[in-house]
């Protein structure tokens, strides 16, 4: 058991917040975490500050180790070094480094790592843009590299399969959980089942003392009331008969001050914050938009060539209607195609005349950047302010987001804006590209929770084993230039 990494003093500040908070982190030969927290705590940051690619004044790393680093997209460029064994596994034989997918160019970052002999790994998102297949390899690789891991993801299956340890960051503060991803998530409901029982038995006790703090003060009323009735005849008494009596006033006096000292025992109360509530959501759908066709979308035998490409011949589907449609296969199958050729319309595939369609794509959103968020949400929206509410609360939008201009927001924000959005609007049928990508997963399983319980029809695209065996009731893989059904 060696140490590998000691750091000290990680303070970072924005805009006055502090962003981290940590004294020390240690990180030994030993360690496979994951390190898991809301959009925009600082993870990728944390990552870079350990590795000495970000410096912060006071921090000290002392680094007993190498490392290598799997950055996420947008960071890095390539050298052509790398292991052409591990670069032929994950497909990549004649790819050129210029004309990269998105998972070609996650695939040679991970085998740039993988191809290196170091004492760690850190890798930020790895399973971004990769397939399934490309995942499985890549947690086959690491389950057998016999260093440290400090990972950053959204996907609960990867988590599962390659780490024992979890690191919370919250509120600019690191919490140390043992076990993997589902271990953490069982740890953090026995939590919050704890503090919710602690808070009904404060709740309780509050509500005890405001009883008896009423009860003391109508005692005291009272005790005045008559010291005033019986203030002129006591005024005629002989004193020395009256002399071996409680002073005037001394029990009220006494009541009071029992009453005053419950009121502070209360207020001390009300600073225990309440648990977090399992939010569940309510969708709905207007009559007019009803659906009667029992399969509103259709594809017979249809055809497509990208450039030179041949994606689809002769390939039939059907989407029945109100289910939750999955769309799996490796990446370049044709994915995406078969979205764009559903909205299109295009040769071969046929749409109720009463399809409204709602579409999430990976990219190339337009909005306003001036607009507010809930200004936003309520544009082509038939749901009420709270309901809005609940639903952005649920994605980790808290009060003071709610006036916020969407120019300020993160890019994961926006992505968890836009399909809170997409799930309220005026749609009977929702088409989701990859709808998981670079959500945190807090916001992932309130995704989740809300694909369940839409009333609508959802084909969804997504290489994320744990929402495709939550959400789908139906799974079609697209393979051989086919559409396969397999669920």
């Given at each position: 058991?060696?140490?590998?990494?000691?750091?000290?003093?990680?303070?970072?500040?924005?805009?006055?917040?502090?962003?981290?908070?940590?004294?020390?982190?240690?990180?030994?030969?030993?360690?496979?975490?994951?390190?898991?927290?809301?959009?925009?705590?600082?993870?990728?940051?944390?990552?870079?500050?350990?590795?000495?690619?970000?410096?912060?004044?006071?921090?000290?790393?002392?680094?007993?180790?190498?490392?290598?680093?799997?950055?996420?997209?947008?960071?890095?460029?390539?050298?052509?070094?790398?292991d052409y064994a591990i670069r032929g596994k994950l497909g990549l034989e004649q790819v050129e480094v210029k004309t990269m997918s998105g998972g070609e160019e996650t695939r040679l970052k991970i085998a740039q790592a993988l191809s290196k002999q170091v004492h760690g790994i850190f890798a930020d998102e790895p399973t971004s843009h990769l397939d399934r297949k490309g995942i499985d390899f890549l947690i086959g690789q690491l389950k057998y590299f016999s260093g440290a891991l400090l990972v950053i993801s959204h996907d609960r299956y990867f988590l599962d399969e390659v780490v024992d340890k979890i690191w919370e960051l919250k509120d600019g503060k690191i919490t140390e959980y043992w076990g993997n991803y589902s271990d953490y998530i069982y740890q953090k409901e026995e939590e919050r089942k704890s503090q919710t029982a602690?808070?009904?038995?404060?709740?309780?006790?509050?509500?005890?003392?405001?009883?008896?703090?009423?009860?003391?003060?109508?005692?005291?009323?009272?005790?005045?009331?008559?010291?005033?009735?019986?203030?002129?005849?006591?005024?005629?008494?002989?004193?020395?008969?009256?002399?071996?009596?409680?002073?005037?006033?001394?029990?009220?006096?006494?009541?009071?001050?029992?009453?005053?000292?419950?009121?502070?025992?209360?207020?001390?109360?009300?600073?225990?914050?309440?648990?977090?509530?399992?939010?569940?959501?309510?969708?709905?759908?207007?009559?007019?938009?009803?659906?009667?066709?029992?399969?509103?979308?259709?594809?017979?035998?249809?055809?497509?060539?990208?450039?030179?490409?041949?994606?689809?011949?002769?390939?039939?589907?059907?989407?029945?209607?109100?289910?939750?449609?999955?769309?799996?296969?490796?990446?370049?199958?044709?994915?995406?195609?078969?979205?764009?050729?559903?909205?299109?319309?295009?040769?071969?595939?046929?749409?109720?005349?009463?399809?409204?369609?709602?579409?999430?794509?990976?990219?190339?959103?337009?909005?306003?950047?001036?607009?507010?968020?809930?200004?936003?949400?309520?544009?082509?929206?038939?749901?009420?302010?709270?309901?809005?509410?609940?639903?952005?609360?649920?994605?980790?939008?808290?009060?003071?987001?709610?006036?916020?201009?969407?120019?300020?927001?993160?890019?994961?924000?926006?992505?968890?804006?836009?399909?809170?959005?997409?799930?309220?609007?005026?749609?009977?049928?929702?088409?989701?590209?990859?709808?998981?990508?670079?959500?945190?997963?807090?916001?992932?399983?309130?995704?989740?929770?809300?694909?369940?319980?839409?009333?609508?029809?959802?084909?969804?695209?997504?290489?994320?084993?744990?929402?495709?065996?939550?959400?789908?009731?139906?799974?079609?893989?697209?393979?051989?230039?086919?559409?396969?059904?397999?669920?």
């Amino acid at each position: 058991m060696d140490l590998i990494l000691k750091a000290k003093n990680i303070n970072v500040e924005y805009t006055g917040k502090d962003v981290l908070s940590i004294e020390e982190l240690e990180l030994y030969d030993y360690d496979r975490i994951g390190l898991v927290g809301a959009n925009g705590v600082g993870k990728s940051t944390l990552l870079k500050i350990l590795l000495g690619l970000s410096i912060i004044p006071g921090c000290v790393i002392n680094c007993l180790g190498n490392f290598t680093y799997i950055p996420q997209l947008d960071e890095a460029t390539f050298r052509e070094e790398i292991d052409y064994a591990i670069r032929g596994k994950l497909g990549l034989e004649q790819v050129e480094v210029k004309t990269m997918s998105g998972g070609e160019e996650t695939r040679l970052k991970i085998a740039q790592a993988l191809s290196k002999q170091v004492h760690g790994i850190f890798a930020d998102e790895p399973t971004s843009h990769l397939d399934r297949k490309g995942i499985d390899f890549l947690i086959g690789q690491l389950k057998y590299f016999s260093g440290a891991l400090l990972v950053i993801s959204h996907d609960r299956y990867f988590l599962d399969e390659v780490v024992d340890k979890i690191w919370e960051l919250k509120d600019g503060k690191i919490t140390e959980y043992w076990g993997n991803y589902s271990d953490y998530i069982y740890q953090k409901e026995e939590e919050r089942k704890s503090q919710t029982a602690k808070y009904e038995q404060i709740v309780a006790e509050r509500d005890r003392l405001e009883m008896a703090v009423q009860e003391k003060r109508k005692q005291a009323a009272k005790l005045d009331q008559k010291t005033k009735g019986n203030a002129k005849k006591n005024n005629t008494e002989n004193g020395g008969r009256l002399a071996h009596q409680k002073p005037i006033g001394s029990k009220q006096k006494t009541l009071y001050q029992a009453a005053k000292s419950m009121e502070h025992r209360m207020e001390a109360l009300s600073e225990i914050e309440a648990p977090e509530v399992n939010r569940t959501i309510r969708f709905r759908q207007s009559s007019a938009l009803e659906l009667h066709n029992p399969y509103p979308i259709m594809g017979s035998e249809i055809n497509k060539r990208y450039d030179d490409k041949l994606l689809f011949e002769q390939a039939s589907f059907r989407i029945p209607l109100g289910t939750k449609v999955a769309l799996t296969g490796g990446n370049g199958t044709g994915k995406t195609t078969l979205f764009q050729m559903i909205m299109n319309q295009e040769e071969g595939i046929t749409i109720s005349p009463k399809a409204k369609i709602g579409y999430f794509a990976q990219n190339g959103y337009k909005y306003n950047r001036n607009q507010q968020v809930m200004e936003l949400m309520q544009e082509d929206c038939d749901y009420n302010v709270s309901e809005i509410r609940s639903v952005l609360a649920s994605m980790g939008f808290d009060q003071k987001d709610i006036g916020k201009n969407l120019s300020v927001l993160s890019g994961g924000e926006i992505i968890k804006l836009l399909l809170a959005k997409m799930l309220l609007g005026k749609y009977n049928i929702l088409l989701m590209d990859e709808p998981s990508n670079f959500l945190d997963l807090q916001s992932l399983e309130a995704l989740e929770m809300m694909m369940k319980e839409y009333k609508g029809t959802i084909v969804f695209i997504t290489h994320d084993k744990q929402l495709l065996n939550h959400v789908a009731d139906v799974v079609y893989e697209i393979s051989d230039k086919k559409l396969h059904l397999m669920k």
